[in-house]
Nanobody, 120 residues
Framework: QVQLVESGGGLVHPGGSLTLSCAAS????????VAWYRQAPGKERELVAF??????DYADSVKGRFTISKDIAGNRLYLQMNSLKPEDTAVYYC???????????????WGQGTQVTVSS
């Protein structure tokens, strides 16, 4: 059974940085495309960044500020977040899926997420 465990969230001031980490069971990050999503209160879950099929892409709202990376040997996925804004406040989730037809397709499995709060 796949397990995804996110960590690294917290409270940070606007302009600050955080690095989120996701640990997975099995060789998820070697086999599948992987992604970070977020869900803010009262909003739908949105795709933040993904890597797979030779492609890395980001939501327009985070381009130039966030970087997704994976450590296959360590079986971890990371999201480096810089220049954080209050609108980045959300629960962040890692996910695995597939990349085809020019887009990322998630598997419907989610960990518990990690809360990121950006506030002064």
């Amino acid at each position: 059974q796949v397990q995804l465990v996110e960590s690294g969230g917290g409270l940070v001031h606007p302009g600050g940085s955080l690095t989120l980490s996701c640990a997975a069971s099995g060789m998820i990050f070697k086999i599948y495309a992987v992604a970070w999503y977020r869900q803010a209160p009262g909003k739908e879950r949105e795709l933040v960044a993904f890597v797979g099929g030779g492609t890395t892409d980001y939501a327009d709202s985070v381009k130039g500020r966030f970087t997704i990376s994976k450590d296959i040997a360590g079986n971890r996925l990371y999201l480096q977040m810089n220049s954080l804004k209050p609108e980045d406040t959300a629960v962040y989730y890692c996910n695995y899926g597939t990349y085809y037809s020019g887009r990322y397709h998630s598997h419907d499995y989610w960990g518990q997420g990690t809360q990121v709060t950006v506030s002064s």
